[in-house]
């Protein structure tokens, strides 16, 4: 099995986080640049059919893409220490806190820094008001996702999942453009310094 990613980038780092917590090692890793347009190739799209990264290759030849997949899977084949679920109402959870998570944060952060970093604009016709308009969308996100941390440690509950991995890694990524969460979401804020000192926050960046 071989893994494309791509260091820095936050879908990739979604992947190399998982296969961290899981102690994952017998997976081949192979890294894409995407500044230089490694994943626009003949070989790289004839293999993985869409100029993305993540893309998790299967020995059976399939190709998995989407990061929250390629993690799900993972998980089925190391199923401890479990990110995803383990009964139909803690699955259900943390699906809708992973969605919320994609959707309301780490979505408007990773478009905020797509279309107003420089280093970017090699992969984006940017736009500084879709920029500005994703800024904004995530800032009037950051209150709720406070008051669920204020009852929880954890974004879906009293231990990590896939949920705080995503939300977390668009919150970094976007560090990229100043983007700081403001003392105002104190819980945000706590959570956040009890993921960065996780060993996994160290993978893939
Ligand atoms: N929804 C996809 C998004 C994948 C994605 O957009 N990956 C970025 C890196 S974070 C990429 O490959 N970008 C290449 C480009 O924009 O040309 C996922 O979660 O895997």
């Given at each position: 099995?071989?893994?494309?990613?791509?260091?820095?980038?936050?879908?990739?780092?979604?992947?190399?986080?998982?296969?961290?917590?899981?102690?994952?090692?017998?997976?081949?890793?192979?890294d894409?640049?995407?500044?230089?347009?490694?994943?626009r190739?003949?070989?790289?799209?004839?293999?993985?059919?869409?100029?993305?990264?993540?893309?998790?290759?299967?020995?059976?030849?399939?190709?998995?893409?989407?990061?929250?997949?390629?993690?799900?899977?993972?998980?089925?084949?190391?199923?401890?220490?479990?990110?995803?679920?383990?009964?139909?109402?803690?699955?259900a959870?943390?699906?809708?806190?992973?969605?919320?998570?994609?959707?309301?944060?780490?979505?408007?952060?990773?478009l905020?820094?797509?279309?107003?970093?420089?280093?970017?604009a090699?992969?984006e016709?940017?736009?500084?008001?879709?920029?500005?308009?994703?800024?904004?969308?995530?800032?009037?996100?950051?209150?709720?996702?406070?008051?669920?941390?204020?009852?929880?440690?954890?974004?879906?509950g009293?231990?990590?999942?896939?949920?705080d991995?995503v939300?977390f890694?668009?919150?970094?990524?976007?560090?990229?453009?100043?983007?700081?969460?403001?003392?105002?979401t104190?819980?945000?804020?706590?959570?956040?310094?009890?993921?960065?000192?996780?060993?996994a926050?160290?993978?893939?960046?």
């Open positions: 099995m071989k893994v494309y990613l791509s260091k820095r980038a936050p879908n990739p780092r979604r992947v190399a986080w998982v296969m961290a917590e899981k102690g994952i090692t017998d997976v081949e890793v192979i894409i640049d995407l500044l230089q347009g490694e994943h190739t003949e070989a790289f799209l004839g293999k993985v059919g869409i100029g993305n990264v993540p893309a998790l290759e299967l020995d059976s030849g399939t190709v998995i893409t989407e990061s929250v997949a390629v993690c799900r899977y993972l998980e089925s084949l190391h199923p401890d220490p479990n990110l995803f679920g383990t009964s139909p109402e803690d699955e959870v943390i699906e809708m806190w992973t969605r919320r998570a994609e959707l309301m944060l780490a979505m408007p952060l990773m905020t820094v797509r279309h107003s970093h420089p280093a970017l090699v992969l016709k940017q736009s500084p008001e879709i920029a500005e308009r994703n800024r904004g969308a995530a800032e009037k996100s950051l209150r709720f996702f406070d008051r669920q941390l204020a009852a929880h440690p954890f974004i879906a009293d231990r990590i999942t896939m949920a991995i939300a890694i668009g919150f970094d990524f976007a560090r990229m453009v100043r983007f700081t969460i403001p003392d105002t104190p819980n945000l804020q706590r959570w956040a310094d009890a993921m960065r000192a996780r060993p926050a160290a993978v893939g960046v």
